[in-house]
C-alpha cells in the first residue's frame, strides 16, 4: 500500500512538472510570436499599405450584415451609453442619499474616463475586432492559407498579423473618442432630464473635475489595451488547429485572455498614473 501510495505520488508530481513545462513553453512561444509581430510593423507599413487601409475599414465599419447597424463603432456607442446612464442612475441615487447629489457631474468626469471609457472599448475591441480577427486567421490557418503565402514568398506574420495590429491600434483610437462622448452624454442627459438637476450645476461640477491630462492618459490606456488585445487574438488566430472545431476554441481562449489582459493592463495603468495622489481634490 506504501509503495503503491509512492508511487501514485511521483505520477502525479510528474504530470504537474510537464503540465508545468508545456505551460511556461506555450507562454515563450507566444511572447517570440509578439516580438516578432512587433518586429515586423516596418514591413507591413512597407509592403502591405492596401491591407492595413481595407482592415481598418473592415473594422471599423464591419462588412456584410454588420455594415447596415455601423459596425464597431455602434456596438462601443451603445456599450458606453448604457455604461454612463448607470453612472447617472447609481452616482445621484447614492450621492442623493447623503445630500450631495451635486456631485454627479463629478463622478461622471471621474469614472468615464478613466475606468469605463477605456475598459469598454477593449471589451469592445476584443468581443468584436479581436475575436473576427482570430477566427479569420484561424480559418486560414486550417484551409493551408496561410502556408500557402509562405510558399509564395510573402511574410505571413507581417501580412496577417502586424497588418491587423497596426489596424487595431489606428481603430481604437476613434472608438475611445466614441466611446468617452457616448458616456459623458448619456450621463448628462440622464441626470439632468431624468432626475431635473440643474445644467449648469452638472456642468460646474463636471468641467471642474475633468482634466485634460485624465484624458490624455485614458487615451494612451486604450491605445495600449488595443495593442495588447490583437497581439493576443492574431497569436491565437495564427495558431489554431483541430479543424472548424480547433477555431472556436481559439477564438473562445483569446478572448477570455484579452478579458483578462485588458483588465491587467487597466490596473497597472491606474495603479501607476493614479496609484500615489489620484490627481483630484474635492476643494472648491
Not at 516580438?35 to 464591419?62: C, D, P, W
Request: charged letters at 10%.
Amino acid at each position: 500500500m506504501t509503495s503503491t501510495g509512492a508511487s501514485r505520488g511521483w505520477s502525479l508530481l510528474r504530470r504537474f512538472r510537464s503540465t508545468l513545462h508545456d505551460g511556461w513553453e506555450g507562454v515563450g512561444w507566444q511572447m517570440a510570436f509578439y516580438a516578432r509581430t512587433i518586429g515586423e510593423i516596418r514591413n507591413a507599413f512597407a509592403h502591405y499599405k492596401l491591407e492595413i487601409v481595407r482592415l481598418i475599414a473592415q473594422m471599423s465599419l464591419g462588412t456584410g450584415a454588420l455594415a447596415v447597424i455601423g459596425g464597431t463603432v455602434v456596438i462601443i456607442a451603445f456599450l458606453t451609453l448604457s455604461a454612463g446612464a448607470i453612472i447617472a442612475v447609481q452616482g445621484y441615487n447614492s450621492l442623493a442619499g447623503i445630500g450631495v447629489e451635486a456631485l454627479t457631474g463629478f463622478i461622471s468626469a471621474y469614472a468615464n474616463v478613466r475606468i469605463i471609457a477605456p475598459v469598454v472599448a477593449g471589451i469592445g475591441l476584443a468581443a468584436t475586432i479581436g475575436a473576427g480577427a482570430t477566427a479569420q486567421l484561424g480559418a486560414m490557418r486550417i484551409s493551408e492559407e496561410i502556408d500557402a503565402l509562405e510558399v509564395m514568398g510573402i511574410r505571413s506574420i507581417a501580412y496577417l498579423a502586424s497588418t491587423r495590429v497596426i489596424a487595431g491600434v489606428i481603430v481604437v483610437i476613434p472608438l475611445y473618442c466614441i466611446a468617452v462622448l457616448a458616456s459623458f452624454f448619456a450621463a448628462r442627459t440622464g441626470t439632468t432630464f431624468g432626475y431635473g438637476q440643474s445644467t449648469g450645476v452638472y456642468d460646474h461640477y463636471f468641467t471642474t473635475f475633468l482634466h485634460s491630462t485624465d484624458i490624455l492618459w485614458s487615451l494612451l490606456q486604450s491605445v495600449v489595451v488595443g495593442i495588447v488585445v490583437m497581439l493576443v487574438h492574431t497569436y491565437y488566430g495564427f495558431t489554431a488547429s483541430g479543424g472548424p472545431a480547433g477555431v472556436g476554441e481559439a477564438v473562445g481562449r483569446a478572448v477570455r485572455t484579452s478579458l483578462i489582459a485588458t483588465a491587467f493592463v487597466s490596473v497597472v495603468i491606474t495603479l501607476s498614473v493614479y496609484g500615489q495622489s489620484g490627481n483630484f481634490d474635492l476643494a472648491g
